[in-house]
């Protein structure tokens, strides 16, 4: 089982810009997708962005296309989410998931493996 570990969140005003981190104590490329969930108070945990680790091939919720971008870094076994543009509905908790088995990378139960967050604040 591998820790995943996210830093970077933060307290920002609207249109200003954050970029997580999400750190493995293994190899990232032992999964075969990982991703970025955020859930806000009251809400369902949602998909946020999800990359192939081996095809690089990037997916992202509707609600943060053109804003967000996610990345990774397999030489230092970290993937990361470049927000900009950031709204105050991007306000949550976010999390770094991961899966290791071939197979759909869109919903939650998808993912085997999680961090255990870090609190995005957007005012």
């Known amino acids: 089982h591998v820790q995943l570990v996210e830093s970077g969140g933060g307290a920002v005003q609207a249109g200003e810009s954050l970029r997580l981190s999400c750190a493995a104590d293994?190899?990232?490329?032992?999964?075969?997708?990982m991703g970025w969930f955020r859930q806000a108070p009251g809400k369902e945990r949602e998909r946020v962005a999800s990359?192939?680790?081996?095809?690089?091939?990037?997916s992202y919720a509707d609600s943060v296309k053109g804003r967000f971008t996610i990345s990774q870094d397999n030489a230092e076994n970290r993937m990361y989410l470049q927000m900009n543009s950031l709204k105050p509905e991007d306000t949550g908790m976010y999390y770094c998931a991961a899966r290791k088995q071939w197979g759909s990378c869109s919903e939650r139960a998808d993912f085997s493996d999680w961090g255990q967050g870090t609190q995005v604040t957007v005012s």
């Open positions: 293994g190899y990232t490329y032992y999964y075969y997708c």
């Open positions: 990359i192939s680790t081996a095809s690089g091939k990037m």
